[in-house]
């Protein structure tokens, strides 16, 4: 469940949390042939279809899987603050908590770090696991650890290519990276979505909630 | 539309204080602390420990560098008749849009239109001065070109704090009276015989213009201000002290606004700044100065330090 809360008298409702996945491919109707049907780069397109005014939906739909509550958590492998090579496979079995975030040594991501840091025991006493990813490099992600002395895997998603791939969405009409977190279930099926960008420490709180309440 | 605390006490007008006043030099005791925590030493440490900061350096520092303290009874601080005559000037392009506002408006019987455009005016001032304040304070350097002068001056306005306290009137407004200057005497061309232009740009250069002097206030202590401004810092009208305070405190990223303040709780509350702040990282890849510790630039050196000097 995609939540999204702002502080009282927030003023930026309209502009937080824009729902539209960057998708890698443009659709310009325009350029679409006036046949009734056509190809696309594989994907067979109608005209009678709302083509001409390419909805956010449809584009979500065909072209970039967006991972949300109930779907199966696709498979990666990407490396760890130590350059290690670590698979998303590794920690089947157990529940997992996900949270992809802006960047390293970043307010908001060091609030969140530090939160995740700080209730880590409790994610562990519910039998999860956390783990952290953002665009950064391995040694980012080495130094962020060790200054704030975290202890969990950050994973470095070099191109953005899983946050891509996952369809977290960006913030600020796609400016901001978007920070959202997922709880896998012990067979990586999806459970929660949580996405706040400017409250970092409530994605602890919800997650924790919703591991305690499982 | 320029805020400027002040021009940052550097050392052209403290070489140039050395230079006319070193006969007296060696009466000024004044005391600087190399700590980079903001730890108030003992008057009795400070007493015991007069030092002048660096004095060589000092001769042969650049405007790059902003670690000269600032002296009370400084020449920096006083106002020369080249201050006098910007802020004469300024206020004299403020005074001719409102004069035109209200003029057009007795011609043309409306009250409610330039009165509320002058109000927005005065709404906008406080979110300008904000915007400004958070763009000086967070980026650039002394290097800057155009603002390096002003990014200076906050810096040392964020070291020294009290000295704006110190600052005569003129010495404080100029830079702004200036800005405004330039600013405005086209507007009032261009604004033609508009009310609610001129209400506008009146109110809004005007609280622009004075922002460095409702900025000044907000550092004084209650017992040092006229009771009238008390009373209009305490309805919300002018900064408050308090509101002001805290954005001298750690982490520094917080009550940017300097005319009412009114928008400074909307502006924290909704992270406008921090999203900024996400902004500008990601797009141009630079950090703004508060997402780093505090380090001497920014710590703040207590006034009681230098009070040594009156001694």
């Known amino acids: 469940m995609a939540s999204f809360s702002l502080p ?104 969140q770090a530090c939160a995740f840091r ?48 996952w369809g977290v969405p960006a913030d600020l009409f796609g400016a901001l990276p978007g920070r959202q977190t997922y709880v896998l279930d012990k067979n990586g099926v999806v459970r929660l979505v949580y996405n706040n960008q400017f409250q970092p420490e409530k994605h602890i709180d919800e997650t924790l909630k919703f591991l305690q309440s499982a | 539309m320029a805020i400027l605390p002040h021009h940052n006490p550097t050392l052209r007008p403290l070489q140039h204080a050395r230079l006319s006043h070193h006969n007296s030099l060696p009466a000024r005791i004044h005391c600087s602390t190399t700590s980079t925590t903001p730890a108030k030493p003992s008057r009795d440490q400070i007493i015991k420990q007069p030092t002048i900061i660096n004095p060589p350096t000092a001769l042969v520092q650049t405007s790059a560098t902003v670690s000269a303290r600032p002296v009370l009874n400084d020449p920096s601080l006083q106002s020369t008749w080249s201050h006098r005559v910007w802020v004469a000037s300024g206020c004299t392009t403020v005074l001719i849009s409102l004069a035109k506002s209200l003029t057009t408006a007795v011609d043309s019987h409306i009250w409610i239109e330039p009165i509320l455009a002058g109000f927005i005016g005065y709404v906008l001032a406080d979110l300008g001065s904000g915007i400004y304040h958070w763009g000086i304070d967070n980026y650039g350097d002394s290097e800057t070109p155009f603002f390096g002068t002003q990014i200076e001056a906050f810096q040392g306005h964020h070291k020294w704090p009290w000295t704006i306290t110190r600052r005569q009137f003129a010495n404080n407004l100029h830079a702004l009276a200036r800005a405004v200057t330039f600013t405005v005497i086209p507007l009032d061309l261009i604004c033609n015989d508009n009310a609610v232009l001129h209400g506008f740009v009146g109110v809004c250069s005007g609280c622009i213009m004075f ?71 990601f797009k141009l890849g630079v950090r703004p100065r508060s997402w780093t510790e505090p380090n001497s630039d920014w710590t703040e050196e207590t006034e009681s330090k230098s009070l040594i000097s009156e001694l």
């Open chain 1, 8 to 111: 009282t008298n927030q003023t930026l409702p309209s502009l937080l949390h824009s729902h539209t996945p960057k998708a890698t491919l443009t659709l310009n109707p325009s350029l679409l042939p006036k046949s009734s049907q056509s190809q696309f780069l594989g994907l067979k397109l109608s005209n009678s279809s709302p083509l001409s005014v390419p909805s956010s939906s449809y584009v979500k739909g065909s072209i970039v899987a967006k991972i949300k509550e109930g779907s199966l958590a696709p498979a990666f492998t990407l490396k760890d603050q130590d350059g290690k090579t670590v698979s998303l496979s590794k920690f089947k079995g157990k529940p997992v908590v996900l949270y992809f975030y802006p960047a390293d040594e970043t307010p908001g991501c060091t609030k």
């Open chain 1, 118 to 165: 700080d209730s880590y025991e409790k994610f562990k006493k519910a039998g999860a696991e956390v783990i952290g990813i953002s665009g950064d490099d391995p040694s980012s992600h080495k130094a962020f650890k060790q200054k704030y002395k975290l202890p969990f895997t950050l994973l470095s998603d070099e191109g953005n290519k899983v946050r891509k791939e």
């Open chain 2, 211 to 281: 922002s460095q002097q409702f900025h000044a206030w907000a550092h004084c202590t209650k017992s040092k201000l006229p009771a009238a401004v008390v009373a209009l810092q305490d309805a919300g009208i002018l900064v408050s002290r308090s509101q002001h305070a805290a954005h001298h405190r750690p982490p520094y990223n917080n009550n940017y606004c300097i005319v009412s303040g009114v928008w400074n709780e909307i502006l924290d509350n909704s992270k406008f700044f921090e999203a900024m702040e996400m902004i500008l990282f």
